[in-house]
């Protein structure tokens, strides 16, 4: 039963895969349209007027220096709600724009749903440059992950054109178009190939899959088999890591996350350097200095005696932010007086509203000013997810002056000492969330010293955006192209 069920799903799969993929790949290859106005733009509610990025409109061409070049590979769509990943590498452009580089940097992106391609000049050799994707998970709405949809292409043409003019290329990923095409176009013998981790893609494949098939299958015997007896999560889990594997074998250069263990690469034969990657901070954002509890307060309508939780991220099961509020529906039948804030878009926004009430607010995509203003003015910042790499909300929150909760595995990256600069929570029970939480509740003098503890801790340690790009990226692609003796 297995066999031919698995060789029935197979081939259906790929038939319907390869139709949808003929479709893109034609849209992709006839898609030459450069337009003026990027299709990215920052909303910024209430904190100031509409700012669109990269600022426009800008030239359409790409202009070239003559300092050797750097190809930046994000391939996932440049939006307003986008996640870490994408953000990571629009702020390393900010940076580049602004301070200055000495490399040409072209950053690549997905081009928003409906948008063109278009190439848009920060400053002089640095520009953001949007493609088509080719055949994006976003076409099957199972799929869908919204503004993280994946390009599942094996090839990408329009991509391919421009790679051929760099001297570095740098992926972001290991398993969708962008780097496949990155694997395919370069040229061993001019060319270095380089990469950095960002998320652990392979666990998120298990918790996406197993909920995918769940949907499709229900509940029954068939579903129990295909998650339990068969495993088909966890091979798609094991098919990701290999490609993992297979993709660093061949770089030149690769930086590894804050977590210094990001998707096992250890386990693979890396013939290139390595180097850890920070992540950035924004001190004029993310600073205690913006506390104004009293906005908070009317803004949220909530009660002054209120002990306010806060979470922000993408809220669904890769979050485990069910977790957090389970924790707060347990304080709230205590009689707690508790409000829960999750500022972000995700599946499980519903199911939470359902749970907790009138005691939750879901004010969706918060951009980054106003986060840094509402995490400073809350009480706690609870962080359940154990799937992280560098868990940029968690700095953030920790450099605004808020007690963190988290889990072990973020923990190991930033907290130094449980129970003096964040509460780490062992296991993924509710209960002993709510024990957490409580605890803090119970002693606010405690729990300010403990955000402060952490402010400190970030001061001292954090670098800012340009010195991620001077310090730890530049030197990595200038050693990647000394071996090829390409230095300009």
């Not at 009480?379 to 790499?389: G, H, L, Q």
């Amino acid at each position: 039963m297995q066999a031919l069920w698995e060789k029935f799903a197979g081939r259906t799969a790929r038939i319907v895969i390869l139709a949808v993929f003929r479709m893109g790949w034609s849209r992709s290859v006839n898609s030459r349209e450069h337009t003026e106005a990027h299709p990215c733009r920052r909303v910024d509610r209430g904190e100031g007027p509409e700012e669109s990025w990269p600022p426009g409109p800008g030239p359409t061409t790409a202009l070239r220096t003559r300092k050797n070049s750097v190809g930046v590979l994000v391939d996932l769509a440049l939006t307003p709600t986008s996640g870490g990943h994408v953000r990571f590498w629009r702020n390393i452009a900010e940076a580049a724009a602004e301070g200055g580089c000495e490399f040409d940097l072209s950053f690549h992106f997905q081009a928003a749903a409906s948008a063109g391609e278009s190439s848009t000049q920060l400053a002089e050799g640095v520009r953001v440059v949007s493609l088509p994707p080719v055949f994006s998970t976003g076409r099957l709405a199972s799929l869908s992950q919204g503004p993280d949809d994946a390009d599942l292409a094996p090839y990408h043409p329009r991509l391919a054109h421009y790679l051929r003019g760099y001297d570095v290329i740098h992926t972001t990923d290991a398993y969708f178009a962008y780097a496949k095409t990155a694997v395919r176009t370069h040229d061993r013998s001019r060319q270095a190939l380089v990469t950095s981790i960002h998320s652990d893609v392979p666990a998120y494949t298990r918790l996406y899959s197993e909920r995918i098939l769940l949907k499709f299958l229900g509940n029954g015997g068939l579903a129990r088999r295909a998650v339990g007896r068969w495993r088909w999560p966890q091979r798609a889990e094991a098919r990701m890591r290999a490609s993992l594997t297979h993709h660093l074998a061949g770089c030149d250069h690769i930086w590894l996350a804050p977590n210094e263990r990001a998707e096992n690469p250890n386990s693979a034969p890396i013939r290139g350097d390595r180097s850890l990657l920070q992540r950035g901070l924004d001190w004029e954002i993310f600073s205690p200095h913006h506390r104004d509890r009293a906005r908070l307060l009317a803004e949220f309508k909530i009660d002054s005696e209120a002990f306010v939780l806060i979470f922000s991220g993408r809220i669904d099961i890769g979050k485990e932010v069910m977790v957090a509020a389970q924790a707060a529906r347990i304080l709230l039948d205590r009689g707690e007086n508790v409000v829960f804030i999750l500022a972000g878009l995700g599946s499980d926004a519903d199911k939470i509203r359902d749970l907790l009430g009138s005691a939750v607010r879901l004010p969706g995509f918060v951009d980054q000013k106003k986060l840094g203003r509402m995490l400073a003015s809350s009480d706690a910042f609870v962080f359940p997810s154990r799937i992280e790499t560098a868990a940029n909300a968690v700095i953030e929150a920790r450099a605004t002056g808020l007690p963190v909760v988290v889990s072990p595995g973020i923990a190991d990256m930033w907290v130094r000492d449980d129970g003096v600069d964040g509460i780490v929570v062992d296991e993924q029970e509710p209960e002993l969330w709510a024990a957490a939480i409580q605890r803090l509740m119970c002693d606010r003098d405690r729990a300010r010293k403990m955000g402060s503890v952490a402010s400190a801790a970030i001061a001292k340690s954090q670098p800012s955006w340009h010195e991620v790009l001077t310090h730890e990226l530049v030197p990595g692609w200038r050693r990647s192209i000394e071996k090829f003796g390409l230095s300009s």
